[in-house]
């Protein structure tokens, strides 16, 4: 490091929120909502797994299939790709390359369906720079499941309306608070970059 640039005055005042999100509302079709269902449902799930804890950890209880990027799902890979260099232009300015993993489709059940608090970068998932929940149940559909980010300035609820996208930096910490009745259905997919450095 050049000791004439420890100080870099005008780089101490930016005004990027790093702890806050974005959401778009109203994202998809009906015709697109239920053409992403019918896809999601007819993919084998499996217990969702947290990284470092293998397929019996509490600290998640939901299930997931995995949405490819073919011929026929590239409409949905490409309408949330504009989404997100929407949200990151507007609000963090992050070094994008595409996407992290094919789409998650996700299932918590009533009767304490979760995952607690957890950020979504780690050793094998270090280049995750957004992360992004797309809420595909009515919000009478189920109680509980809340989406809850804490960036460092306390819990915030995300928006829960149907048919809204969430999208966050992937260090922020998260969690879907237990299911208690009913059945929430979200897709989640991750954005990457190059190392920060």
């Given at each position: 490091?050049?000791?004439?640039?420890?100080?870099?005055?005008?780089?101490?005042?930016?005004?990027?929120?790093?702890?806050?999100?974005?959401?778009?509302?109203?994202v998809?079709?009906?015709?697109?909502?239920?053409?992403?269902?019918?896809?999601?449902?007819?993919?084998?799930?499996?217990?969702?797994?947290?990284?470092?804890?293998?397929?019996?950890s509490?600290?998640?209880?939901?299930?997931?299939?995995?949405?490819?990027?073919e011929?026929?799902?590239?409409?949905?890979?490409?309408?949330?790709?504009?989404?997100?260099?929407?949200a990151?232009?507007?609000?963090?300015?992050?070094?994008?390359?595409?996407?992290?993993?094919?789409?998650?489709y996700?299932?918590?059940?009533?009767?304490?369906?979760?995952?607690?608090?957890?950020?979504?970068?780690?050793?094998?998932?270090?280049?995750?720079?957004?992360?992004?929940?797309?809420?595909?149940?009515?919000?009478?559909?189920?109680?509980?499941?809340?989406?809850?980010?804490?960036?460092?300035?306390?819990?915030?609820?995300?928006?829960?309306?149907?048919?809204?996208?969430?999208?966050?930096?992937?260090?922020?910490l998260?969690?879907?608070?237990?299911?208690?009745?009913?059945?929430?259905?979200?897709?989640?997919t991750?954005v990457?970059?190059?190392?920060?450095?």
């Amino acid at each position: 490091m050049n000791p004439s640039r420890l100080f870099l005055e005008h780089e101490r005042f930016k005004t990027i929120d790093y702890s806050n999100y974005y959401y778009f509302t109203n994202v998809l079709t009906e015709d697109e909502i239920l053409k992403l269902k019918t896809t999601g449902e007819s993919l084998t799930k499996e217990k969702g797994t947290v990284t470092d804890q293998g397929n019996e950890s509490s600290t998640r209880i939901s299930e997931v299939s995995w949405i490819n990027p073919e011929a026929d799902t590239l409409w949905l890979y490409e309408k949330i790709a504009g989404l997100v260099i929407t949200a990151n232009e507007s609000m963090w300015q992050f070094d994008l390359s595409g996407y992290h993993d094919s789409f998650q489709y996700t299932t918590y059940n009533g009767g304490g369906g979760h995952y607690d608090w957890h950020t979504d970068v780690g050793p094998k998932m270090a280049n995750r720079k957004i992360s992004c929940v797309l809420q595909l149940s009515n919000v009478d559909d189920y109680t509980g499941g809340d989406l809850q980010l804490n960036g460092g300035n306390g819990v915030v609820d995300a928006p829960k309306d149907y048919n809204t996208l969430i999208i966050f930096p992937s260090f922020v910490l998260h969690r879907v608070t237990p299911v208690l009745t009913g059945t929430r259905k979200s897709l989640v997919t991750w954005v990457a970059g190059p190392t920060l450095r």
